[in-house]
């Protein structure tokens, strides 16, 4: 992602390239080019799949486990939700329903999901206006226009999370606010962390580099030739006072700061989160709108129950997010299907 170019094999996937008249294994790895474009926390892309009788089989990818900053594995599962509400809407929008299975064998604990294909369907207007969305979200770190984002859209953004099992609130002024300076905060904390900088480093994309995850050094403010030695910058110094600064700005200044969180806090509500945080960001997409993380607080132990009680909702806080218009985001780098598909 050193360069934010698409790669023409994963983002350029188009409908026109689905194969009708093929056996149906075929056509699921087709559909699988969709499910690689979810987000996922540092851009680990943390999942494999295996297409087998009709079925569809998700697994965690535990060697992309961020040991540091997502110990629990949490952000692991909310990625992998998220690449399987996808598919669901892959499916859909070629004529077929999804039976899905979440966490199919507890004993397995990296065995995630089992989709079946279904019984046809219909595909609605707005079941291809968020399969359409699929390619074109992308995160945005810039800053966004003060064009406020009306309450009709929010209402329509909380219940596409909802249809998930999840909740979302939003924001206020005063909460915003509190919000940002926690989450500048939780910044200093993070980066006084050497640990956390060694890990954060380790996913830093220089410009030029044939990576295909990871995140891209001008989305960490090194451009140009300094991205370079961005790792080591990071790695070395402490940055936390200007991270946190400019977080807090992008916080303070964004139209529409929201809190999605679940009522319970295992690994497959960490599964419904992601999936929820999926059809929320498509949705959003469906109206012009751009989003970005800022979930620094939620990652700190200490910090996450802050922010379950400036969204003053029972429950676990999962991810904060800000929202709103403004300029378009390049694509991030994606691992190609042939890195996470296990062939029996």
Not at 13 to 25: F, G, K, L, W
Not at 171 to 190: F, G, M, S, T, W
Not at 258 to 267: A, F, I, M, N, Q
Request: overall charge positive; hydrophobic content about 40%; aromatic content about 6%.
């Amino acid at each position: 992602m050193a360069t934010t170019q698409r790669a023409p094999d994963v983002w350029s996937v188009a409908p026109i390239d689905y194969p009708n008249a093929e056996p149906t294994e075929d056509q699921l790895r087709y559909l699988l080019r969709y499910a690689i474009l979810a987000p996922s926390s540092h851009n680990a892309q943390p999942w494999l799949f295996r297409i087998s009788e009709s079925a569809v089989h998700l697994y965690a990818d535990r060697a992309r486990t961020l040991i540091v900053v997502d110990p629990a594995d949490r952000q692991l599962h909310m990625g992998c939700g998220a690449a399987l509400l996808n598919l669901r809407l892959a499916l859909r929008r070629f004529g077929r329903s999804s039976i899905v299975t979440l966490m199919p064998w507890l004993k397995q604990r990296d065995y995630l999901a089992r989709v079946r294909v279904g019984p046809p369907v219909t595909p609605t207007l707005r079941d291809h206006q968020l399969f359409d969305a699929i390619p074109q979200r992308h995160t945005s770190r810039k800053p966004f226009d003060l064009r406020p984002v009306s309450h009709m859209i929010f209402e329509e953004l909380a219940a596409a999370a909802e249809a998930e099992g999840a909740w979302l609130v939003r924001l206020h002024p005063d909460d915003k606010l509190r919000a940002a300076e926690i989450i500048a905060a939780a910044d200093r904390k993070q980066f006084q962390d050497r640990e956390f900088r060694s890990e954060l480093a380790q996913w830093l994309v220089a410009r030029g580099s044939r990576r295909r995850d990871g995140i891209p050094c001008t989305e960490k403010g090194f451009s140009g030739a300094r991205s370079y030695a961005a790792p080591l910058i990071v790695r070395t110094f402490d940055r936390g006072d200007a991270v946190a600064a400019q977080d807090h700005d992008l916080a303070t200044g964004s139209p529409l700061m929201v809190v999605l969180g679940t009522d319970g806090d295992k690994p497959v509500d960490w599964l419904r989160a992601g999936q929820a945080m999926q059809r929320m960001l498509l949705t959003a997409r469906t109206h012009g709108l751009s989003a970005s993380f800022l979930n620094q607080a939620i990652e700190l132990d200490q910090m996450r129950p802050l922010i379950g009680t400036i969204a003053g909702r029972s429950g676990f806080p999962q991810l904060m997010l800000r929202l709103g218009y403004g300029p378009e985001a390049p694509s991030t780098r994606r691992r190609s299907l042939r890195d996470v598909l296990m062939v029996e």
